[in-house]
């Protein structure tokens, strides 16, 4: 069995415990791992970082992943004070906690920044890549497993490559990636994908076997997260923005099998791409980020012929099914590093019909994505950025209410600026459809009020609108300076945006 997943003969005596591989890591070290919206991270090596912790070693580590990852990473570091310095998203309950209460220094980036940052220097040198993987190949080059993320420029820049081979993810896994990595500027050149189904580069992550310090064998399943069941509002989300990209279809501006979808994390996204499912739309391809339980459906009903993202994140519940039967995927799926799947050239190239998700936005358009009334970090703004800024089309869908309706979503000004009302082009609520492009700020704020907001918060809002209006009658984006966070204020003191 190991001969088929270790195949380099010289790596053979780097076999060792987690524990004895833990070993490698020092004080205030940069570490680099796999894992992509909890899948493919490394798990054995970081529970024995974590056991050193707890041992009351200060380690203070700084950790840079692809995206989010397991608990046994996020949270198990978090809890045992080894996680000192983060980048770039998570969504791992405790760290988010030590993130908000500052004992986790955390930086929201742009995930396509994060690979480039690592090849410029940004993050200073790299000092161990750990990386899961399905096999290491004869070369010495690494199969990673269910995902990519940044783990081939890790391995490319780190002093010392640590490998876990994961005996839980299929060897049939191997095939899927396809590795490029472009060079930096000034000798950059274009990227040479055209189509959401061209491979580019190889299957394997090169990797000078000599770099390889450890090798453990783990056999611990990703933690992937249980989506949420899709509830009538997300249904009437998605049948509003179904009926949108029908419109656009009649009206010329979209081809029949439209473009290839982006589509966001998240409960919300998962159910408004599972809507496509029943939809006439056919031969339709993704190009994401993440390929999750919604796109596999399309898959198996045909109505998506490719998918490319750079991780498989499958529910806890369909992860057997999806590994038994994983071979009906293996000629529909490639697996690209975020470098790639992010990257706006070929965002912009292809043509992307990005479909990301707001916690709260505003009358004029613009998107928070990532703080609690402006202040509490929920996950990080992921790719949701590089896709939206760069897309043909940047749609963002979001519950016209939160917490009970005690929260409108549309408020007049947001709390926390993640995407700019130069990159919205259209907004969805379970209330209808703001179709922006094209529209000064005062007819975007007549618009997403009328199409979009909750009829309980209706009538506040065009009241706020108009006193606006009468403050700053001659003003292009008018704001009633007083009033325009006093919604947030009223949340966090009565418990409701309502005025009673
Ligand atoms: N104000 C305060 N809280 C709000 C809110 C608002 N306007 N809207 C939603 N929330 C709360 C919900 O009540 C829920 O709270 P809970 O965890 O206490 O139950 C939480 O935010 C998540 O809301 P939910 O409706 O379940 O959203 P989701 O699972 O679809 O996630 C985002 C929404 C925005 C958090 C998520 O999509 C995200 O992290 N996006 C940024 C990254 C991204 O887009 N990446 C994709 C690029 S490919």
């Keep these: 069995m190991l001969e088929k997943r270790l195949r380099c003969a010289k790596l053979k005596d780097k076999i060792m415990e987690a524990k004895e591989a833990a070993k490698f890591f020092e004080k205030d070290m940069v570490v680099g791992t796999s894992g992509f919206t909890p899948a493919g991270y490394p798990k054995s090596v970081p529970l024995a970082l974590a056991e050193r912790g707890e041992k009351g070693e200060d380690l203070g ?15 198990a570091l978090s809890r045992t004070g080894v996680l000192k310095r983060r980048y770039p998203y998570q969504t791992n309950k405790d760290s988010r906690n030590k993130i908000n209460d500052g004992s986790v220094q955390y930086s929201d980036m742009h995930l396509s920044h994060v690979p480039q940052w690592v090849k410029y220097g940004f993050f200073g040198n790299i000092d161990i ?14 199969v990673p497993s ?19 081979i994961n005996t839980s993810q299929p060897l049939a896994l191997e095939g899927i ?3 490029y990595s472009p060079e930096n500027p000034p000798n950059r050149r274009p990227i040479p994908l055209t189509r959401t189904n061209e491979r580019i580069g190889t299957d394997y992550i090169p990797c000078d076997p000599d770099k390889i310090v450890a090798i453990v064998i783990s056999d611990i399943k990703d933690k992937t997260r249980p989506v949420a069941s899709i509830d009538d509002v997300s249904k009437q989300m998605a049948k509003h923005l179904i009926g949108f990209l029908e419109k656009e279809v009649k009206e010329g501006r979209l081809p029949e099998n439209l473009l290839p979808l982006q589509s966001g994390v998240g409960s919300v996204a998962n159910a408004v791409l599972g809507g496509l499912v029943d939809s006439k739309f056919e031969d339709l391809t993704i190009y994401s980020e993440v390929i ?16 490319s993202g750079t991780s498989l994140t499958v529910s806890p519940d369909r992860l057997d099914d999806f590994y038994d039967n994983f071979h009906k995927y293996k000629e529909k799926v490639v697996l690209r590093p975020q470098e790639i799947s992010n990257n706006p050239e070929v ?14 936005l505003d009358i004029y358009g613009n998107v928070n994505s990532t703080n ?23 749609i963002f869908t979001t519950q016209s209410i939160a917490k009970n309706g005690d929260i409108s979503s549309i408020v007049p000004m947001v709390s926390h600026h993640d995407h700019t009302e130069h990159d919205v082009h259209v907004i969805v609520t379970e209330q209808g459809v703001a179709d922006l492009r094209g529209l000064s700020p005062k ?11 909750h009829p309980d918060y209706k009538e506040q809002l065009m009241e706020y609108l108009s006193s606006s209006l009468e403050k700053s009658a001659s003003k292009h984006l008018p704001h009633a300076m007083d009033k325009s966070l006093s919604w947030h204020k009223r949340f966090l003191e009565q418990g409701t945006m309502k005025i009673k």
């Design 146 to 164: 269910t995902s990519i993320g940044n783990s081939n420029v890790f391995v490319e820049k780190a002093d010392k490559v640590i490998v876990e």
């Design 443 to 453: 007819e975007r704020a007549k618009t997403i009020i009328e199409n979009c907001a």
């Design 61 to 75: 580590l700084t950790i840079i992943t692809g995206a989010s990852v397991g608990d046994e990473l996020d949270g």
């Design 347 to 360: 965002i912009r190239r292809l043509g992307i019909i990005a479909m990301n998700t707001a916690i709260e």
């Design 372 to 394: 609690i009334m402006g202040s509490k970090m929920m996950n990080g703004i992921g790719g949701s950025g590089d896709f939206a800024r760069n897309a043909y089309l940047s």
């Design 177 to 179: 990636h396809d590795i």
């Design 292 to 307: 999750q339980d919604s796109a596999l459906d399309l898959l198996d009903s045909g109505k998506v012929t490719f998918a």
């Design 129 to 142: 890549a750990l990386v899961e993987a399905v096999a290491i190949r004869e070369d010495g080059g690494i």
